[in-house]
């Protein structure tokens, strides 16, 4: 197969991960080597590390948009709105978009039985939680209209919004229709936002 431009930037790191994506699918993730994606996507081996320096990154590739989605939820937040209100705002859009963060997604049975058949992609699954949860507290330390502990603030959303997405994903795979799974996860999360502001947001 005749190779394309490795120098595309966005377009070929997009078409690496179309590539990879489909093979995971159709063969299961730990069945596929990244010379086999280089291979079909035309490719080096080299060029598909530069873009994902880990094979499992090739499938869970929307880590960067999560965590521009935290520090947006921080940073550009409205004057006058709260770190929490801001998170809420951030994650019941993603639920409203049926964006993939959010389990809802028209593709998101398929990526959930993928990731569940393979150990190396939960255990990366787990490492980009806790570098979400380092990334949202230190965005937090930074904030001078934030007044509470990031740490711990930062600790109870990635966990809650975790055990969230992993009910909705027990829900999906179980093959429970899409809409009353959709206004379990939108009810799970406004329980969990309440529970945030009444026992981890300072007081007064």
């Known amino acids: 197969m005749p190779r394309t431009s490795e120098r595309g930037g966005p377009q070929t790191r997009a078409r690496i991960s179309e590539v990879a994506g489909r093979l995971f699918l159709d063969r299961g993730f730990d069945a596929v080597t990244v010379a086999e994606i280089a291979r ?10 530069n873009h994902f320096p880990r094979k499992e990154d090739l499938y869970l590739d929307r880590a ?5 989605l935290l520090r947006s ?8 709105t709260d770190v929490l209100a801001s998170l809420r705002d951030a994650t019941l859009g ?7 963060l959010s389990g ?6 398929s990526f959930f039985r993928t990731v569940a ?6 255990a990366r699954a787990r490492e980009i939680a806790a570098e979400l949860q380092r990334i949202l507290a230190e965005e937090l330390d930074r904030d001078p209209a934030f007044t509470g502990e990031g740490a711990l603030l930062a600790a109870f959303f990635i966990a809650g919004y975790g055990t969230v997405l992993l009910e909705t994903a027990r829900r999906r795979i179980a093959g429970e229709p899409p809409s009353a799974v959709a206004d379990d996860h939108r009810a799970r999360l406004e329980r969990l936002f309440s529970a945030l502001r009444g026992g981890v947001l300072p007081r007064g």
């Open 40 to 49: 079909e996507a035309g490719v080096s081996s080299v060029t598909v590390f």
């Open 64 to 68: 960067d948009d999560a965590v521009e």
């Open 73 to 80: 939820a921080v940073r550009d937040r409205a004057p006058g």
């Open 94 to 100: 993603l639920v409203e978009e049926r964006h993939p």
């Open 104 to 109: 809802l997604n028209d593709r998101s049975v």
């Open 117 to 122: 058949a393979s150990s190396a992609l939960v």
